[in-house]
DNA sequence: CGTATCTCCGTAAACGTTTACGATGATGTC
DNA sequence: GACATCATCGTAAACGTTTACGGAGATACG
């Protein structure tokens, strides 16, 4: 616990205004010949200061570099300046998506971000995570709980600061909002264009059932169909990843069962399936159609293009940004979900048209 | 500035032990019948309090659930539990990799993470949030910067806290250490692999000069070309778009330029050049071996799955955290960079050798 | 000219910790 | 039994702000 050390010192030879120490408020009203307190208005705009005296200060301040000490602040004020995101540590397309926006989101808000993120098992991490974030004096946390386990826990935390859930089709609760976007409404989309295209026998790759994602999108892929007056195809439950896709795949065309079209519940999945098809001489679009989720960077250029549904991740962390500030505000606002947007490009065509 | 006016009660209706207001260093020390210096010597482990106390103090912490208010802590030590990490937006294979790799070990070290990320124009934004950083109260700095206009505007700014760069072949400074993995290395090896192959006419689909890792992944190409005896062929650089690629190859086909072998500079690229040539007959790995770098998600499944290279965004992350843990306590530490490891699949296959 | 009002500014206290120092009682030593 | 030593604990000051309050001049009004 030596206190921080650095080699030599961390200002040397640079070429700014050398600024050994953090200037302080008071620096700033010794040099402009005013007490603290007046610098203390100049900086939170208060009024009862002279347009001199606050031009004054505003150059000194300048000057010296000063700026706000945030712990200080933190402290007297109890009010923060920043959001805490909890995710899942997972790498996949949907989770990295938001988080990224959420930042970009964030910041143009003028709010720096805090991001932790938990593992399995959720019980404990979750609770734990979301009092370091507390501790950290953030304003408000949103969680992007793409897994329902993660949910839970939130669920069963408890929390001083308002939170946020980010999941897909889970409802809110008292004491935490949720938000999301309309992926059973994307779901439904794909299933629609494949109806639409004249396919009766439409199958789902689902993904993963303890994902939100996995879940809704099975669901809106039932509805679709049985608005439709269809009756589901098979389903196979995955873990989203191309080689469950390939395996089961692979197993389809040995049964001789491959539907005339299907919907994979993301773009990795259809890669997958794809790829066992191609291997065996069944061409697609034209022996089947699939779609995809998610349009990731390169379904355009799968072979063939990918046919998939895109969400709009900015959008849904503008939206979610918006109702957490709400909270933290006590304000309400309005809470309609995202739509994704279906994407059609060469993976699908119409049954029965020889080419 | 109403302050914070949760609707209702944020703790309204919670199982848990109502915690209204934050129990304080104080709350703790009256219940336990001691003094709040007491306290704060068990918090910090500190010795001179005898077992008892220590017991009877934690029993307390933990039934009324207080927490250490890092604001108070943060002001008066003015030394922090939490890294910044500053990126830029770029939703990228690699730089997300990083973040994500990053945000996981400092969490195992006990570190917070704030992360900001800048956008172009690079010159102010940076300066400006390596500033909000620094007033959050972080105790050092790693920034991410792929590309050499961001890594240069790093190199500009002045910071009280050490950073740490993360740029793929680019130098230390005195004021900024940098650190990286062995990218040259990587392109090295896949060139090599071409090599072994028995290919000698090696193209390179080239990334963005821009970015670090499109020069030293060229670097690299030529340099084992170079060791080889060989002629480095072709070099268009691109945008790391799977559309460049396929545009490029495009016209390579139509200009009967085609070469033996490809090292495409990242797997999206792979991708665009590989649906090129499949669309105009041309198979891979049968006519032109091609290998990628990246490994993304998917990669193996790609037709053909895919030979590239792959990066240990884990063990980057927890050198580079190192390296800058051992700045911040003025210690040094190894840094030999990361080795990437060629993964062989079935886009490349040896020369002339007919099926 | 006295007083009330207004504008501007200074001052003190508080936020929740850590750290240095001093106080107390118990224990050991001669 | 006196004194030094030690273990344990309490106390005060400080960290850099914000906020509530009070005071000094200046201006207006009767």
Excluded at 173 to 195: C, D, K, M, W
Aim: aromatic share 6%.
């Amino acid at each position: 616990m030596a206190g921080r050390a650095v080699p030599h010192d961390a200002n040397e030879g640079l070429h700014d205004a050398p600024l050994r120490r953090k200037p302080t408020i008071n620096d700033v009203a010794g040099i402009a010949g005013v007490s603290f307190g007046t610098v203390s208005r100049v900086l939170n705009d208060a009024p009862d200061v002279s347009a001199a005296t606050r031009q004054r200060v505003l150059q000194v301040i300048k000057d010296i570099g000063y700026r706000r000490n945030r712990a200080a602040t933190a402290l007297v004020t109890s009010r923060s300046t920043s959001i805490g995101i909890l995710s899942d540590g997972s790498p996949r397309f949907g989770p990295v998506g938001t988080l990224m926006a959420l930042e970009n989101i964030a910041r143009k808000k003028g709010y720096a971000t805090t991001v932790i993120s938990v593992e399995q098992p959720y019980e404990e991490s979750v609770q734990d995570a979301l009092d370091t974030l507390d501790d950290t004096g953030v304003g408000g946390i949103i969680v992007i709980a793409p897994v329902v386990d993660m949910a839970a826990a939130v669920w069963n935390a408890t929390c001083r600061v308002p939170v946020e859930m980010i999941a897909a089709g889970a409802s809110s609760t008292p004491n935490v909002f949720t938000y999301s976007e309309n992926q059973e409404l994307g779901a439904r989309l794909a299933t629609q264009h494949l109806i639409d295209l004249g396919h009766t026998d439409i199958a789902h790759f689902a993904g993963s059932m303890e994902w939100f994602d996995g879940r809704v999108r099975k669901r809106g892929w039932e509805a679709a169909l049985r608005d439709a007056g269809l009756t589901p195809g098979l389903c196979p439950e995955g873990d989203w990843s191309p080689g469950w896709a390939y395996e089961t795949a692979l197993q389809l065309v040995r049964d001789q069962k491959v539907p005339q079209a299907i919907f994979a519940a993301s773009d990795h999945t259809a890669l997958g399936l794809i790829r066992a098809f191609a291997e065996h001489g069944i061409r697609v679009p034209e022996d089947v159609s699939v779609v995809g989720f998610d349009d990731i960077e390169g379904s355009d250029y799968f072979l063939p293009p990918l046919t998939t549904v895109r969400q709009d991740f900015t959008a849904l962390a503008l939206m979610s940004m918006e109702v957490l500030l709400g909270a933290m505000e006590g304000r309400d606002v309005d809470r309609t979900p995202i739509a994704p947007t279906l994407v059609v490009r060469d993976s699908t065509r119409r049954a029965n048209s020889p080419k």
